[in-house]
Structure formats: structure tokens, C-alpha cells
């Protein structure tokens, strides 16, 4: 079988070297470019199986090479690498055609991979090369996580097609609905969104529908509903898991036939609209309980796309939190305020239950109530981990360790410190090797104790 010939274009001669070795090792031709400019001058007399570009480069960019190599060799596929791994870069590498698009820093496996895959497709992405809203520009993330919320939007940039977004309360959901509709064909028509929950069970299926006037009592005149309203664009639906029997069997001939009655109406009104639902709850858990239409639910996953919880992305905290700081302190008309290192750690560790509404209301208290300019632990609320909770948790526990020893100068049984030492390093030890599954060396570091010691440590109180 003739190896593969790959070609890397990329102004950084490191990551060059790297993926050309790493190409080679898995028997692959590999060519480095620096420039884009330079492989074009090659690709006239030769044409790779497979191309990688970055998309940052001096001269022409990654995305204006991929216009080029959609006209001259329409049938390449070409995977797009980048360091400013954000949404519109997402969306314009796979609007440009590109076969896949790969955040750096990315795993090397994971990049041969994805070479033999491109290799084995001759098809490529869609070649609408319009431009890229900017309007989406609270979806942020670096998190592997949140990158393949990128890459489905992206890849959905060209459809129509229903969407089923799942994940967390919090999560930013209604954002992505969002973005693929920018993003999408009907960009230019309207995004009605509505969230089921909200609105009384009785009420919601006029809301969705509309309604004649006369059709019950209170009806004073003909109300144009939510699917009316979203004709050529999108309706969003969310908490769809809530909707009621009644009104899941009314939706999915809406879905089935693109067509429905308003209440109280006698002519069928048909409509062109893209749906897209999001729940916070298991719809085939649902399913299973009779408490959703299975038919419903395989309508409405089509694709699926699932938002992260922040617990999962803790590396995109500073970025959101440093964001919507400035975003509060504009909408609040306060001077935008920085954050000091152990503070944002605080915030990193913190769970954050609510996600990243959570963060974004916590920012807006911190605009109002931090004294300073620059936000401290002693700022940070307690009930997320600020220095109240920690002086909190101190005063406990020392008071526990107080009554602990007065018992023992009672009992006399044997010296405080030969008592205590050890299970304070015992529970000390256990927690440090939990919070590193396993690992001694962490371990060892968060203690402030060398790898040995730990290990000498753990066989002295039978922990080995």
C-alpha cells in the first residue's frame, strides 16, 4: 500500500518537526511548509493526500489557503490547527471547507488519527465561504470539552437540520441555539426563543400556536404564536422535557408535517422553521418512564450537541470570569475591576452548582460589593469558597482538635503529640492521595514532603 503524503504548514518549526515525526512514524510522507505562499508554489506540480495548516500565519492565513485549495484542489481535505481555539474560528475553518478543525495543544495520536481518517474521505465541508457573525461572543473555551461544542456548530454551519442541546442548568445552552443559528442559513430571519418551563401548561399551547379570536374566554383578539413568529428562522425551545403530553404529540406533528391549526382555528398553517430543543433532564430516561414521546424524542435528536458543566472545564474559568467582570462593570456603569491569583483559584476550585449563570451573577455582586480595585480571597463570598468559609472551616476543626485533647489530659493515656501526629498525618495522607488518584509524587508535593518520605510515611502507619 502506497504511504500517505502529508503536508504541514506552519510558521512555528516546532510544530512542524513534531507532526513530521510523528507522520513518519506511522509510515507517512511528510513535507513542512513555513509559509502558505510556499506550498502553493509546490501544489502546482504535486498534490498531497492530505494537508494541515495553522491558521495564525505571516503572509497568507490558514483560512485564505483554504479558499485557495477549494478552488485548485477541491477534493483535498485539509485539517486546520490553531492556538486561538475559539468559536468563530470553528465555524470559519469549517465553513471554509476544512475536514476537521484541531485546537492546539492536541494530541498527537489523536492528530495521526485524524490524518488516516481525512485520508479515507474523498468528501470535504461545505465551501460557503461568507462572513462569520461575531454577534456569539460569550461562547468561550478553551476546555477540550467546550472545543467540540465548537466543532458541531461548525460542522452544522451549512444545515437546517433539528437540534437537540442537552446539559446542565447554567450551561449556556440558549448560547448555542444561538450560535448555530447565526451560523446557519437562516441567519438572516428570526431567532424566537421560549423557554416551555415558564409559562402555565393551559397557556403554552396557545403560546406556541397562537390563537383566533373567541377560541376561550379572554380571547379578545387573533394572537400570532411562537411558530408563526420563527417562519424561516428558528424557534428555540427550551426545558422541553416539561412539556406535557398533550402538547409533545401537538409539536411532533408540527415537526412531521410543518404545519398546524391555531387554537380555536379551522385552516392548517404552514410554516418553515428549524427547531432546536434543550433540556437539563435525561429525555431517554424519560422515554423509558413514559414520561416523554419516544416518537418526540428521536424527531428531536437529530444531532445532539451537550454543553459542559464548569466543574468540567475548570481551565475556561478565568477566561469567562475575567469576560464577564469587564461585561458587569459596562453594564453597570463601575470601573472594570481585576482579580489576584489566589482568588481566582478560589474560583477554579469552586464547583459551581449554577454553572456559568452562576458566574456571571457572581461576577455582577463582586462589581458592587468588592471595596477595591483588585477583587482578594477576603471578597470572595463564603458560600463559594471565600476566606469566610475558610476561616469557618480553621475555626471548626481547631475547636474539635481543642476538645479532642482536653479528653486526653483527662485520660492521661498517653502524650498529646504521640496521639495526635498520627492521625493527623494519617487523614492528612489519604486526602492528598485521593485528590491525586493514586499518585505518589503529587502527592507527595502537596504534603511539602519528598516522594521517600512519603513512602516511609505510608508504611509506618500501615497506609502502604
Same mark, same amino acid.
Given at each position: 500500500?502506497?504511504?500517505?503524503?502529508?503536508?504541514?504548514?506552519?510558521?512555528?518549526?516546532?510544530?512542524?518537526?513534531?507532526? =513530521?515525526?510523528?507522520?513518519?512514524?506511522?509510515?507517512?510522507?511528510?513535507?513542512?511548509?513555513?509559509?502558505?505562499?510556499?506550498?502553493?508554489?509546490?501544489?502546482?506540480?504535486? @498534490?498531497?493526500?492530505?494537508?494541515? $495548516?495553522?491558521?495564525?500565519?505571516?503572509?497568507?492565513?490558514?483560512?485564505?489557503?483554504?479558499?485557495?485549495?477549494?478552488?485548485?484542489?477541491?477534493?483535498?481535505?485539509?485539517?486546520?490547527? @490553531?492556538?486561538?481555539?475559539?468559536?468563530?474560528?470553528?465555524?470559519?475553518?469549517?465553513?471554509?471547507?476544512?475536514?476537521?478543525?484541531?485546537?492546539?495543544?492536541?494530541?498527537?495520536?489523536?492528530?495521526?488519527?485524524?490524518?488516516?481518517?481525512?485520508?479515507? $474521505?474523498?468528501?470535504?465541508?461545505?465551501?460557503?465561504?461568507?462572513?462569520?457573525?461575531?454577534?456569539?461572543?460569550?461562547? #468561550? +473555551?478553551?476546555?477540550?470539552?467546550?472545543?467540540?461544542?465548537?466543532?458541531?456548530?461548525?460542522?452544522?454551519?451549512?444545515?437546517?437540520?433539528?437540534?437537540?442541546? $442537552?446539559?446542565?442548568?447554567? @450551561?449556556?445552552?440558549?448560547?448555542?441555539?444561538?450560535?448555530?443559528?447565526?451560523?446557519?442559513?437562516?441567519?438572516?430571519?428570526?431567532?424566537?426563543?421560549?423557554? @416551555?418551563?415558564?409559562?402555565?401548561?393551559?397557556?403554552?399551547?396557545?403560546?406556541?400556536?397562537?390563537? =383566533?379570536?373567541?377560541?376561550?374566554?379572554?380571547?379578545?383578539?387573533?394572537?400570532?404564536?411562537?411558530?408563526?413568529?420563527?417562519?424561516?428562522?428558528?424557534?428555540?425551545?427550551?426545558?422541553?422535557?416539561?412539556?406535557?403530553?398533550?402538547?409533545?404529540?401537538?409539536?411532533?406533528?408540527?415537526?412531521?408535517?410543518?404545519?398546524?391549526?391555531?387554537?380555536?382555528?379551522?385552516?392548517?398553517?404552514?410554516?418553515?422553521?428549524?427547531? #432546536?430543543?434543550?433540556?437539563?433532564?435525561?429525555?431517554?430516561?424519560?422515554?423509558?418512564?413514559?414520561?416523554?414521546?419516544?416518537?418526540?424524542?428521536?424527531?428531536?435528536?437529530?444531532?445532539?450537541?451537550?454543553?459542559?458543566?464548569?466543574?468540567?472545564?475548570?481551565?475556561?474559568?478565568?477566561?469567562?470570569?475575567?469576560?464577564?467582570?469587564?461585561?458587569?462593570?459596562?453594564?453597570? +456603569?463601575?470601573?472594570?475591576?481585576?482579580?489576584?491569583?489566589?482568588?481566582?483559584?478560589?474560583?477554579?476550585?469552586?464547583?459551581?452548582?449554577?454553572?456559568?449563570?452562576?458566574?456571571?451573577? $457572581?461576577?455582577?455582586?463582586?462589581?458592587?460589593?468588592?471595596?477595591?480595585?483588585? #477583587?482578594?480571597?477576603?471578597? #470572595?463570598?463564603?458560600?463559594?469558597? +471565600?476566606?469566610?468559609?475558610?476561616?469557618?472551616?480553621?475555626?471548626?476543626?481547631?475547636?474539635?482538635?481543642?476538645?479532642?485533647?482536653?479528653?486526653?489530659?483527662?485520660?492521661?493515656?498517653?502524650?498529646?503529640?504521640?496521639?495526635?501526629?498520627?492521625?493527623?498525618?494519617?487523614?492528612?495522607?489519604?486526602?492528598?492521595?485521593?485528590?491525586?488518584?493514586?499518585?505518589?509524587?503529587?502527592?507527595?508535593?502537596?504534603?511539602?514532603?519528598?516522594?521517600?518520605?512519603?513512602?516511609?510515611?505510608?508504611?509506618?502507619?500501615?497506609?502502604?
Amino acid at each position: 500500500m502506497t504511504a500517505l503524503n502529508v503536508w504541514v504548514v506552519d510558521d512555528d518549526q516546532s510544530v512542524r518537526w513534531v507532526l =513530521e515525526k510523528a507522520l513518519k512514524q506511522a509510515n507517512m510522507n511528510a513535507r513542512g511548509f513555513e509559509r502558505a505562499e510556499h506550498l502553493l508554489e509546490a501544489i502546482d506540480t504535486e @498534490t498531497p493526500d492530505v494537508l494541515i $495548516t495553522d491558521v495564525k500565519m505571516p503572509g497568507m492565513s490558514g483560512l485564505a489557503l483554504l479558499e485557495r485549495i477549494n478552488t485548485s484542489c477541491p477534493g483535498l481535505p485539509v485539517i486546520v490547527i @490553531t492556538a486561538h481555539s475559539d468559536l468563530e474560528n470553528a465555524v470559519a475553518a469549517y465553513k471554509g471547507g476544512a475536514f476537521e478543525y484541531l485546537p492546539k495543544p492536541f494530541d498527537i495520536d489523536e492528530a495521526i488519527e485524524l490524518v488516516r481518517k481525512a485520508a479515507r $474521505t474523498t468528501g470535504h465541508g461545505d465551501d460557503d465561504s461568507g462572513e462569520i457573525s461575531t454577534a456569539i461572543s460569550s461562547l #468561550i +473555551g478553551q476546555a477540550p470539552a467546550m472545543q467540540e461544542v465548537f466543532r458541531s456548530i461548525g460542522r452544522l454551519a451549512g444545515s437546517s437540520m433539528t437540534v437537540l442541546i $442537552t446539559g446542565e442548568s447554567g @450551561t449556556g445552552k440558549e448560547l448555542v441555539a444561538r450560535a448555530l443559528h447565526e451560523h446557519s442559513p437562516r441567519a438572516n430571519k428570526p431567532f424566537v426563543a421560549l423557554n @416551555t418551563s415558564a409559562i402555565a401548561s393551559e397557556l403554552l399551547e396557545s403560546e406556541l400556536f397562537g390563537h =383566533e379570536k373567541g377560541a376561550f374566554t379572554g380571547a379578545d383578539s387573533r394572537r400570532i404564536g411562537r411558530f408563526e413568529q420563527a417562519d424561516g428562522g428558528t424557534l428555540f425551545l427550551d426545558e422541553i422535557g416539561d412539556m406535557s403530553p398533550a402538547l409533545q404529540t401537538r409539536l411532533l406533528r408540527v415537526l412531521a408535517e410543518s404545519e398546524f391549526y391555531r387554537v380555536g382555528g379551522q385552516t392548517s398553517i404552514k410554516v418553515d422553521v428549524r427547531v #432546536i430543543a434543550a433540556t437539563n433532564q435525561d429525555l431517554a430516561r424519560a422515554v423509558k418512564e413514559a414520561r416523554f414521546r419516544e416518537d418526540l424524542f428521536h424527531r428531536l435528536n437529530v444531532i445532539r450537541i451537550n454543553t459542559p458543566p464548569l466543574r468540567q472545564r475548570r481551565e475556561d474559568i478565568p477566561l469567562l470570569f475575567k469576560h464577564y467582570l469587564s461585561k458587569s462593570a459596562d453594564e453597570l +456603569g463601575a470601573v472594570s475591576k481585576s482579580i489576584d491569583g489566589d482568588a481566582m483559584d478560589v474560583l477554579r476550585n469552586y464547583d459551581w452548582p449554577g454553572n456559568v449563570r452562576q458566574l456571571v451573577n $457572581t461576577t455582577r455582586r463582586l462589581t458592587v460589593t468588592a471595596p477595591g480595585s483588585m #477583587i482578594t480571597v477576603q471578597d #470572595i463570598p463564603s458560600e463559594i469558597g +471565600g476566606a469566610e468559609s475558610d476561616r469557618q472551616v480553621v475555626a471548626d476543626w481547631t475547636r474539635s482538635l481543642a476538645s479532642w485533647a482536653e479528653q486526653q489530659i483527662e485520660s492521661r493515656d498517653q502524650p498529646l503529640l504521640d496521639a495526635a501526629l498520627p492521625e493527623f498525618e494519617k487523614t492528612l495522607i489519604q486526602i492528598a492521595m485521593s485528590q491525586t488518584n493514586g499518585h505518589r509524587q503529587e502527592a507527595a508535593k502537596l504534603l511539602g514532603w519528598g516522594r521517600n518520605t512519603l513512602t516511609r510515611k505510608m508504611k509506618a502507619l500501615h497506609l502502604d
